[in-house]
């Protein structure tokens, strides 16, 4: 004789494929996102990037894997990432902030980090972030601060030729 169990497995099979989609659209939206998306652990050694951070730095996915954080945050603003890191392990939640990034080429990027810690078993082991490229902004505000500037010079100016006409007359 033969004995046998047959168990419907089509809800699970059903399960599993909606888990797949729904992990290949979450990759899609982070390898097609117009930010830089990057993983790092405690001690700033990277674990994954999305393609806009390896377009913007030069550097390709495994290289980047090879890298630390040190190695392209640009060394003034070394301390400022590691301050904000710090302060999120302190426990605070909100930590947007400015710092400049290198290329491969050596090139500076200036880039906005908006980040969070990553856990596991409760305990803290990385970080997940987004940095915005800040290029565009940064030359519009420099832009801006030089209008300013000469639109003060030109006022002194009109000013010293106001006096000096009174003073003449």
Known sequence: GVRGVVVDITERRQAEQALRQSEERYRE????ARDIIYEHDLDGNYTSTNRVGQQLTGYSHDETLNLNTADTVAPEFVDKAREMLNRKLAGETVTAYEIEILSREGNRIPVEVNSRLVYQNGAPVGVQGIARDITKRKQLEEALRESEEQ????QKLEAIGQLAGGVAH
Request: proline share 0%.
């Open 151 to 154: 639109l003060r010079q030109s």
């Open 29 to 32: 939206l982070v390898e097609n």
